[in-house]
């Protein structure tokens, strides 16, 4: 086809029938543009808020909804990890306890693994007694009593265990309904749907967490995720008691140990080349870390 306006029309003279088509196909094209603008229209007047929702989705809302990161600003906490309830050690509870007292019922701070929901384990054991998931609930409860009395607050973030009990049941539960079915009230203690607490000791930032990664080299883990945020990092997870600095020298790390029994953990009994473990916890005093590393 021609491409001057002049010799466009002349050509459309002398080919009556290709002018036609092309005629049809414009009007095609006008009224499906017309049929979508009036759609548009509509749709903003019965749905005024649909644009955002539309553009993040449904499940990103969700998403977005179930997260409530945590951060707590305090310039002397406890750091725990990994109780692994009913799988705890009571003598370590105990002198967690009493050193809370005698430090005038700090914030507590605990990075996972709080229960260790043994009865959501889909892996095959080899022991002869399984606790029920009740039972673990009410040795829960009754932790959970016992250090409100001796801390000021405590915060919780989700482990890898507790994700036991989310995923197995279609990711439809949170951490906060899990702690719910305790059923001890919501006073002395507040958790976060995050794998990590985010800690402000004299302007410095700490992450206080519970990774997936796993290294059986002790702060592996720590370092790496205090290179990555550019802060100090404190971890659970690993099961190892340990504390140092990243590569650069300029942040602290540690890996928290938890307060596990190292005789009931079923792993242990088995033959790996995994670390011995070793339990304990830190007090955080104005960024300075003092382990209590338990016998």
């Known amino acids: 086809m021609p491409r001057t306006a002049e010799?466009?029309?002349?050509?459309?003279?002398?080919?009556p029938e290709a002018n036609k088509a092309i005629n049809q196909k414009a009007d095609a094209k006008q009224h499906i543009t017309g049929q979508m603008e009036a759609r548009v229209g509509l749709h903003k007047i019965l749905h005024p808020d649909k644009k955002k929702?539309?553009?993040?989705?449904?499940?990103?809302?969700?998403i977005i909804k179930r997260r409530n990161p945590i951060t707590v600003k305090d310039d002397f906490v406890f750091l725990t990890s990994d109780f692994h309830i009913p799988?705890?050690?009571?003598?370590?509870?105990?002198?967690?306890?009493?050193?809370?007292?005698?430090?005038?019922?700090?914030?507590l701070l605990v990075a996972g693994d709080y229960l260790d929901c043994d009865s959501y384990?889909?892996?095959?054991?080899?022991?002869?007694?399984?606790?029920?998931?009740?039972?673990?609930?009410?040795?829960?409860?009754?932790?959970?009593k016992q250090i409100r009395?001796?801390?000021?607050?405590?915060?919780?973030?989700?482990?890898?265990?507790?994700?036991?009990?989310?995923?197995?049941?279609?990711?439809r539960t949170t951490l906060k309904m899990l702690f719910?079915?305790?059923?001890?009230?919501?006073?002395?203690?507040?958790?976060?749907?995050?794998?990590?607490?985010?800690?402000?000791q004299k302007g410095e930032k700490w992450i206080v967490g519970h990774p997936k990664a796993y290294s059986q080299v002790p702060l592996t883990v720590a370092r790496r995720i205090a290179e990555k945020h550019h802060c100090h990092t404190a971890l659970g997870h690993s099961?190892?008691?340990?504390?140092?600095?990243?590569?650069?020298?300029k942040f602290q790390v540690c890996d928290l140990g938890g307060l596990f029994d190292q005789s009931q953990l079923d792993y242990?009994?088995?033959?790996?080349?995994?670390?011995?473990?070793?339990?304990?916890?830190?007090?955080?005093?104005?960024?300075?870390?003092?382990?209590v590393e338990w016998k």
């Open 121 to 144: 384990y889909l892996m095959a054991r080899d022991i002869g007694v399984v606790n029920t998931f009740e039972t673990e609930l009410e040795h829960g409860a009754t932790v959970l």
């Open 268 to 291: 242990q009994r088995h033959l790996t080349k995994h670390p011995k473990n070793r339990s304990g916890f830190f007090i955080l005093d104005e960024n300075k870390l003092f382990p």
């Open 180 to 200: 719910k079915l305790m059923d001890i009230g919501d006073r002395g203690y507040q958790v976060t749907e995050d794998t990590s607490i985010g800690l402000v």
């Open 149 to 171: 009395q001796c801390f000021s607050e405590i915060t919780f973030c989700r482990g890898n265990h507790e994700d036991r009990w989310i995923k197995l049941n279609g990711a």
């Open 53 to 62: 929702r539309a553009r993040k989705g449904l499940y990103i809302d969700d």
């Open 87 to 107: 799988f705890h050690d009571i003598g370590l509870l105990d002198t967690l306890c009493d050193m809370g007292k005698d430090h005038g019922k700090p914030k």
């Open 7 to 15: 010799k466009q029309r002349e050509w459309r003279k002398k080919n």
């Open 239 to 249: 099961h190892i008691m340990a504390h140092g600095y990243d590569i650069s020298g």
